[in-house]
């Protein structure tokens, strides 16, 4: 079995995954263009470019990312199911059936103790990851965990009354939010739930799911519907995640127009209106909860064909990436905007808060639909590599909440038992859907977009596709048709925007091909079963400089960012926070940077190969001219490091 192997390769042992076996309470995601078909009462309208392949279409292949993948698996099946369903079950007080009842059951720590008013979001969070790892891999272990999820929290449902009302927490939380009381975001929580419970039923066809959230949707709706306006822009001003998307796809998949009126009820005037205008000065509000709510005006531009709302997601985009993003990808210091006139000055250890750049990949994929923009897959790449790959820390599993960039600080990964962040919620999706985004189509066309090795199965074309490579440690991808449609296929390749000028062989042909980096090279032929396709993309080295800063750089390599490995000294655990009675105070934590570290860099911007060369061996590992050590980031664990070097 699939699980039972990754199991073996990691900490967690054959003891627990036996555990995991026996019934347990039985008694994000965002939907694009071209998914899950037959299950959407309200298709999307709006004219694409590209559609998205469903996740079961697409297989991994041995590699760097499906090492990550295999790690957050191990995890997943991990978690007890009736340790997941315990703070609902105190809710409700519902714990006949239990065996030990209350007291056998061990409780999550951190954003999942029972003091905690954000407890059940890593619920919503895992009931996607089951769907998604269960689509990604076929294997029916995420399958049964996900079913008995959804059986527990229907049986919590049911004793919490007819309404339909469902959550760890009692409803006065949402009610202290529409009277404008103090109350962290019940919103947000149950956003992540309504989301998971969708995915439940989109990734792994489970019907009970269905049934469920379209009772949460009756529940908001008789809730919501008919308080004041003044009452609903008070709730509002409470962080609320996606609701506004959530509710765009319940309404997708039931067509049922109330879920759309609260879709439409979580417009934030005071966040949307001002971007509707172009004002897209953001101060130094909360980054992430800016980019959910764009996301939902992107379904809403392809239910309802409005202009004012894919005008909204666009510029948007084009903001975070001009203005907000760093090389990594990633966005944000202690969770929010800065100023970037002073961009160098914010480069510190707690920027890159990983659930931004979790929702900036999902935004990306809506506008890649619309514009089969090289542009948008450029960043998607650019993000996954330095963000989301080197989130998971390759020893144990574990996650960071932010990516820090502060020079000498290094990774600060959650634990099994006391963190459960937002971070550690949105990484169980981010690695368990690697192959979402690999390729697209459109009616006569297959995109390919990331270079993972990975099987595609375009069913309606009979078409499958095997993409064999090592990158990025390799420049080379090869794509073989395993089997080939009838008629003539576009095969359009990503000329990155990093890359120097491609080779294209054919059957060790070479073809000429004309595009220009941040393109598609296209190839139009009638296909045959064998044919061999094989891209060269020339990589090197190259420095990008802060905006107001031109001696504080970060190294690449192709889209990878590299950093400088700094050594060990003075660090404390990579996982401080594992002991319950430590504060997580990750947004002050003291990275103990030692005196004296060299985070100076000489280099010609113009040459950097000439002072910086590749160590040989395995991997992407460099030297300095000075015998510095240089790693990509992805690599770069419980070890300080640089990325934003001093040059000279």
Same mark, same amino acid.
């Not at 127009?257 to 509707?276: C, G, M, S």
């Not at 992407?620 to 000075?626: A, E, G, I, K």
């Given at each position: 079995?699939?699980?039972l192997k990754c199991m073996m390769k990691h900490k967690f042992g054959l003891f627990l995954f036996a555990i995991m076996m026996l019934p347990s309470a039985v008694s994000g995601q965002s939907v694009y263009p071209g998914q899950h078909s037959g299950k959407m009462k309200v298709e999307t309208i709006v004219p694409l470019k590209a559609r998205a392949f469903d996740l079961k279409d697409v297989r991994l292949l041995p590699g760097r990312v499906r090492d990550n993948l295999e790690r957050d698996s191990a995890w997943m099946v991990n978690i007890s199911v009736n340790r997941l369903l315990h703070s609902f079950r105190?809710? /409700? ?19 999942? +103790? ?11 969070? &895992? ?20 079913? +008995?999820?959804? /059986?527990?929290?229907? @049986? ?25 009381? %103090? ?5 947000? !929580?149950?956003?992540?739930? &309504? ?7 989109? #990734? ?13 949707? @009756? ?19 409470? @962080? ?56 939902? @005006? ?10 004012? %709302? ?17 090389? !990594? ?27 931004? $750049?979790?929702?900036? &990949? ?16 450029? #960043? ?56 979402? /985004?690999?390729?697209?189509? %459109? ?12 099987? &595609? ?34 095969? +359009? ?28 090279? $296209?190839?139009?032929?009638?296909? +045959? ?38 050594? !060990? ?30 985070? !100076? ?9 000439? %002072? ?24 770069a664990h419980r070890c300080r490091y640089v990325v934003y070097w001093d040059l000279r």
């Open positions: 079995m699939y699980v105190n809710n /409700a007080g519902v714990f006949a059936g239990l065996e030990g009842g209350y007291e056998s059951v061990r409780k999550l720590g951190g954003w999942e +103790s029972l003091d905690c008013d954000l407890r059940g979001h890593t619920t919503g969070h &895992l009931l996607s990851a089951y769907g998604l790892m269960y689509a990604a891999t076929g294997d029916s272990i995420f399958k049964l965990k996900g079913d +008995s999820l959804v /059986a527990g929290l229907a @049986e919590v449902q049911t004793a919490l009354g007819p309404e339909g009302y469902l959550s760890a927490f009692p409803e006065e939380l949402i009610n202290r939010n529409l009277r404008g009381k %103090s109350v962290w975001a019940p919103w947000y !929580t149950l956003h992540k739930l &309504l989301s998971g419970l969708i995915d439940q039923y989109l #990734y792994a066809d489970n019907r009970q799911a269905l049934d469920v959230v379209t009772r949460m949707g @009756e529940w908001a709706y008789s809730k919501l519907i008919g308080q004041t306006e003044e009452t609903r822009r008070l709730m509002l001003r409470n @962080e609320f995640g996606g609701c506004n998307e959530a509710f765009y796809n319940l309404y997708a998949v039931t067509g049922d127009k109330r879920f759309e009126e609260l879709a439409r009820y979580f417009y934030h005037n005071d966040v949307i209106d001002p971007l509707r205008d172009g004002d897209f000065n953001m101060g130094t509000k909360h980054t992430n909860t800016f980019i959910p709510k764009v996301i939902g @005006e992107a379904r809403n531009y392809e239910l309802n064909d409005d202009g004012a %709302s894919r005008r909204i997601a666009t510029d948007f985009w084009d903001c975070m990436i001009d203005r907000h993003t760093f090389a !990594t990808g990633s966005s944000s210091q202690k969770e929010h905007y800065f100023d970037p006139s002073k961009f160098s000055k914010f480069i510190n250890g707690y920027t890159g808060e990983t659930c931004c $750049t979790y929702n900036m &990949l999902k935004l990306s994929r809506h506008l890649f639909c619309w514009e089969a923009s090289a542009r948008v897959a450029d #960043y998607y790449e650019r993000a996954l590599y330095n963000h989301i790959l080197a989130q998971q820390d390759t020893t144990s599993g574990m996650v960071c909440y932010f990516l820090p960039l502060l020079s000498g600080s290094y990774k600060v990964y959650s634990t099994p038992e006391q963190s459960f962040w937002c971070c550690v919620g949105s990484g169980f999706e981010s690695h368990a859907k690697y192959a979402e /985004a690999i390729y697209y189509h %459109s009616d006569d066309e297959l995109f390919v977009n990331l270079f993972i090795p990975s099987r &595609l199965s375009w069913n309606e074309k009979g078409l499958t596709l095997t993409q064999s490579t090592s990158f990025p440690e390799s420049d080379k991808t090869v794509l073989t048709i395993d089997d080939a449609p009838s008629g003539a296929l576009k095969l +359009s390749l990503r000329y990155p925007s990093w890359s120097g000028k491609p080779v294209v062989k054919v059957n060790g042909k070479k073809v000429a091909v004309k595009a220009s980096p941040s393109s598609y090279m $296209t190839i139009s032929r009638r296909w +045959s079963k064998g044919d061999r396709i094989e891209v060269t993309y020339p990589m090197s080295l190259h420095v990008e400089t802060t905006p107001d800063d031109p001696k504080r750089g970060a190294l690449l390599y192709g889209p990878v960012v590299l950093a400088g490995d700094l050594g !060990t000294e003075g660090m404390e655990s990579p996982a401080p926070f594992s002991d319950p009675t430590v504060r997580n105070d990750y947004y002050t934590y003291n990275y103990r940077i030692p005196e004296g570290l060299d985070t !100076t860099l000489d280099i010609d911007l113009r040459n950097p190969s000439a %002072s910086v060369r590749r160590d040989g061996g395995v991997g992407l590992h460099f030297r300095s001219s000075r015998g510095q050590k240089i790693v990509p980031l992805y690599d």
